[in-house]
C-alpha cells in the first residue's frame, strides 16, 4: 500500500475500493504485485516506470480509467506535463494515431484538472 500511495496517491485507493464488492482479489493483487512487487523493484525509478506505463497503456487501447490514473500518477512522480505529452505522442509511431489521440485527450482531461493548461513549450 505504501508504495501505491506514492505513485497514486487517492486514485490507487479509489481503484482498489472500486473492486472491493465485484473482486477484492483483484483489488488485493493490485496492490501486492503489482505496486507490492513491480513497482517496488529498485532497478527502475518511479518515473521511468511511469512513462513505461503510459506507454503501455496508450498502445493498447481502452484502457482510458488507467490511462487517467497513470497520467496523475507520472505527475506525482516527477514527469511534467510536456514529458507526458511528447510520450504519448512518440506512441503514435508504434501504436497509431487513434491510439496517441485518445491518450492524449486523456491528458487533456488530467491537466485541466490539475490547472496544467495550456502546455508551453510544446513543439
Not at 481502452?62 to 507526458?84: K, Q
Amino acid at each position: 500500500m505504501k508504495v501505491l500511495e506514492q505513485v497514486d496517491g487517492e486514485a490507487g485507493q479509489r481503484i482498489v475500493d472500486s473492486l472491493a464488492d465485484t473482486s477484492p482479489e483483484l483489488g488485493h493483487q493490485v496492490v501486492a504485485w503489482a505496486f507490492g512487487d513491480m513497482y517496488a523493484r529498485p532497478e527502475l525509478p518511479p518515473r521511468e516506470r511511469q512513462l513505461v506505463t503510459l506507454g503501455v497503456l496508450a498502445a493498447l487501447g481502452g484502457c482510458e480509467i488507467e490511462l487517467e490514473v497513470h497520467i496523475n500518477a507520472a505527475l506525482n512522480v516527477g514527469l511534467t506535463p510536456i514529458e507526458i505529452s511528447e510520450a504519448l505522442l512518440h506512441t503514435a509511431v508504434y501504436a497509431g494515431m487513434p491510439r496517441s489521440i485518445n491518450a492524449t485527450l486523456v491528458a487533456k482531461k488530467v491537466f485541466g484538472g490539475r490547472g496544467l493548461l495550456p502546455l508551453t513549450n510544446v513543439a
